[in-house]
């Protein structure tokens, strides 16, 4: 087991540096408590580069991502960008195409302490467990564009193999699960839908220990909120993961609880960042939620730094204190960013509630 790492942390926009600022706190006390060595380089990404490098993202921070272990990111983003000739999120576009992160992981988990936050009834919400396989790197957003006053175009492109690569992820990850992948396209209106659909298909033929089940895109978005339960690993292209992972944030009560994985090859740095974005407005007030981000820390030293240890203490932190009603307004409650964060750091550094 490796015991030393390099992060990149790329706090970015709005809320972004506040939830950064918390999880590294929490990383640093699991990797003491572990005798794992964290070294940090903080670069600037989103409007904030824009302002201060003149573009989303300089080549000397792409550099930076390549190099490192790991990427850590808050959120780009902000209204005063609106309109702009270049924006803040073509910052996080180039990052991900760059680091050719092309699986997207978004679990999505209802935690027992946590059922009351949530929208939906309790019963509906009780047990859901669900991870969200989003390819990133590929469809409308990355296609060509035209854009004008009077007619604009994104254009949507899957290929074979980028399908391929993705459900691979999506199967293999549904092996070490329930082993259900539910395949989400709009395969009756779109050709790329149909691709999709026939591609995950012959993937599928290579884990015939897995289940598969397409559902098209609108139904997927019923059937999340009517019986979420029925998901597993839920398999999808770049556009649709996106709306329905913001759709099943409301599952577990808020987007600042939906932590998230970039994978590309094996090897390759990682990014990881909350599913949430910037949140202008609740920026700086010390409101925003810091769990998203705590908890995409663990998924870095699950998935990339390989200290699946130090990714369940960091995650045992998380249950007790959400257990112990450390909660920030959205999730019902009245705790500072700060508080919940300190919380945290003292479960973990007290290895409390870790098996
Ligand atoms: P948002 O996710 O920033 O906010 C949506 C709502 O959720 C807001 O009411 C916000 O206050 C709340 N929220 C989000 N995160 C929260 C947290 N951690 N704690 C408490 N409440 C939280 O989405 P938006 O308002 O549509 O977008 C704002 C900006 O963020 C836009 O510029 C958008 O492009 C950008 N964005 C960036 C990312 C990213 O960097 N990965 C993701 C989504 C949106
Ligand atoms: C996300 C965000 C980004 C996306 C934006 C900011 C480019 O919404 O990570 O979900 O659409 O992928
Ligand atoms: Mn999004």
Same mark, same amino acid.
Request: proline share 5%; hydrophobic share 45%; aromatic share 6%.
């Given at each position: ?44 990404? *989103? ?193 649709? *993961? ?90 019902? *409650? ?22």
């Amino acid at each position: 087991m490796r015991d030393s790492f390099d992060i990149l942390l790329l706090p970015g926009d709005g809320i972004g540096p506040e939830v950064v600022d918390a999880a590294r706190e929490v990383m640093d006390v699991a990797a003491e408590h572990y005798g794992v060595k964290l070294s940090y380089e903080e670069r600037k990404i *989103g409007g904030v580069a824009i302002r201060e490098e003149g573009e989303p993202v300089s080549e000397t921070t792409l550099e930076a991502a390549s190099a490192s272990d790991s990427v850590l990111l808050g959120a780009v983003g902000h209204p005063d960008f609106d309109g702009g000739a270049v924006r803040p999120e073509a910052g996080l576009l180039k990052l991900r195409k760059h680091l050719g992160a092309f699986a997207n992981l978004r679990p999505v988990v209802a935690l027992p302490s946590l059922l009351s936050a949530s929208t939906l009834k309790r019963e509906v919400v009780e047990g859901v467990d669900i991870l969200i396989i989003r390819e990133l790197t590929g469809g409308a957003y990355f296609g060509e564009k035209e854009e004008g006053t009077e007619r604009a175009s994104d254009l949507s492109v899957y290929t074979r193999d980028e399908v391929v690569r993705v459900a691979r992820v999506a199967f293999e990850a549904a092996k070490r699960r329930k082993r259900r992948v539910t395949s989400v396209d709009k395969a009756n209106v779109m050709a790329t839908g149909r691709l999709w659909r026939s591609v995950v298909s012959e993937v599928a033929e290579e884990y015939p220990e897995v289940e598969l089940e397409h559902v098209l895109v609108d139904a997927a978005a019923m059937f999340l909120i009517r019986d979420p339960r029925r998901f597993d690993v839920l398999l999808t292209e770049n556009l649709f *993961g996106d709306i329905l992972s913001d759709e099943a944030a409301m599952l577990p009560g808020s987007m600042g609880m939906l932590p998230s994985a970039s994978l590309g090859a094996p090897g390759e740095p990682g990014i990881f960042e909350p599913v949430h974005g910037s949140a202008p407005d609740i920026a700086g007030q010390g409101k925003a939620n810091p769990y998203a981000t705590i908890l995409s820390t663990a998924m870095m030293f699950r998935h990339t730094l390989g200290r699946p240890d130090v990714a369940e203490a960091i995650e045992q932190g998380v249950s007790v204190a959400l257990e112990a009603h450390f909660l920030t307004p959205d999730i019902g *409650g009245t705790k500072t960013t700060e508080e919940v964060t300190k919380a945290v750091s003292r479960w973990v550094a007290a290895g409390e509630g870790v098996a």
